[in-house]
């Protein structure tokens, strides 16, 4: 069955970056793309970038395009994105969803999301 | 771009809840529709406007018309109390955007 794994939450401070991983089974990898959505405390869904594991063309979404970074391992098997010069206000857990090559659905599978707590 | 959904919608259980998402672009784009509870990732319930994935009880379904799509459940039981999120692209078909979410309460 097709599964996302992410990594554990991780408390950080204002002006560094993060990392999170999403390893992932049960599909053929390079068939998909990933997406990246995060979810403030109380808030909705914010959809932030796109990959494909297929050639790794990206797309972000204009308000993230300077601060953050994707990746992707075939090897492993494995998603990441790299969040820069961060904010009390990107305090969110973050999600890494198994999206499509060309469709506009962020995902049909999900991880079970990364806490990642900005605080001084 | 934004996609516009209400915050709230209340029904009592086995009534039909109807939950809608307007944006400018959804004539051209397909919408989906997810269901998000507490602490749990979210759950595609809606595909391309009207497709239900597998696994996905009978009592959802999705409708389109101009520049709405409306999410609708049919015969609300107290496991679907939850918030529900309607996500699309922009006219370019490249930035995915969500909307602000509904949420759900089954009285």
């Known amino acids: 069955q097709v599964q996302l794994v992410q990594s554990e939450a991780e408390v950080t401070q204002p002006g560094a970056s993060v990392r999170v991983s999403c390893k992932t089974s049960?599909?053929?990898?390079?068939?998909?793309?990933f997406s990246w959505v995060r979810q403030a405390p109380g808030q909705g869904l914010e959809w932030m970038a796109w990959i494909s594991a297929y050639n790794g063309n990206t797309v972000y979404a204009q308000r993230f395009q300077d601060r953050v970074s994707m990746s992707t391992d075939t090897s492993t098997r494995t998603a990441y994105m790299e969040l820069r010069s961060l904010r009390s206000d990107d305090t969110a857990v973050y999600y890494c969803?198994?999206?499509?090559?060309?469709?506009?659905?962020?995902?049909?599978?999900w991880g079970q999301g990364s806490l990642v707590t900005v605080s001084s | 771009y934004e996609l516009t959904q209400p915050p709230s919608v209340s029904v009592s259980p086995g009534q039909t809840a109807r939950i809608t998402c307007s944006g400018d672009?959804?004539?051209?784009?397909?919408a989906y529709w997810y269901q998000q509870k507490p602490g749990q990732a979210p759950v595609v319930v809606i595909s391309?406007?009207?497709e239900r994935p597998s696994g996905i009880p009978e009592r959802f379904s999705g409708s389109t018309s101009g520049t709405t799509v409306t999410l609708t459940i049919s015969g609300v039981q107290a496991e679907d109390e939850a918030d529900y999120y309607c996500q699309s692209a922009d006219s370019t078909g490249i930035y995915r955007v969500f909307g602000g979410g509904t949420k759900l309460t089954v009285l």
């Open positions: 969803a198994r999206a499509s090559l060309t469709a506009m659905l962020v995902g049909d599978y």
């Open positions: 049960g599909y053929t990898f390079t068939d998909y793309a």
């Open positions: 672009a959804l004539p051209k784009q397909f």
């Open positions: 391309k406007d009207t």
